[in-house]
């Protein structure tokens, strides 16, 4: 009888050192409050962080700023098709324009 007492208690002695083990410590405790954020550092988080609200206020008007710079560019490069279309034309008149006087030009050297 007294040895299944001492092994029960044996027992018992193994568990709570086992326990002891896993469980955190006055210090490990004390070492979490330190790291861990209190109700003012989360208030003033809070206080600092934008709200939805700012978040979607600064959405429309990155919207509306790319929406119009993307316009302008879009405006921008409109223009210079036409300009460079207007470019191209000039260059096939003169080609054009050419052609005529180098062929007027051998004519008139054919002649002499």
Do not use: P, W
Not at 9 to 36: F, L, R, S, W
Not at 81 to 90: A, C, G, P, R, Y
Not at 97 to 108: F, G, P, Y
């Amino acid at each position: 009888m007294e040895d299944k007492l001492l092994n029960i208690m044996e027992k018992m002695y193994n568990e709570i050192n086992d326990m002891k083990t896993i469980m955190a410590t006055k210090q490990d405790i004390t070492n979490m409050k330190t790291i861990m954020a209190t109700k003012q550092d989360i208030t003033n988080m809070k206080t600092i962080m934008a709200t939805k609200q700012d978040i979607t206020k600064i959405e429309i008007k990155i919207e509306n700023e790319v929406v119009d710079k993307v316009r302008a560019l879009y405006d921008n490069r409109e223009i210079q098709s036409e300009t460079n279309e207007k470019i191209l034309n000039t260059i096939n008149r003169l080609e054009t324009k050419i052609d005529v006087l180098q062929k007027e030009t051998a004519h008139v050297r054919r002649v002499k």
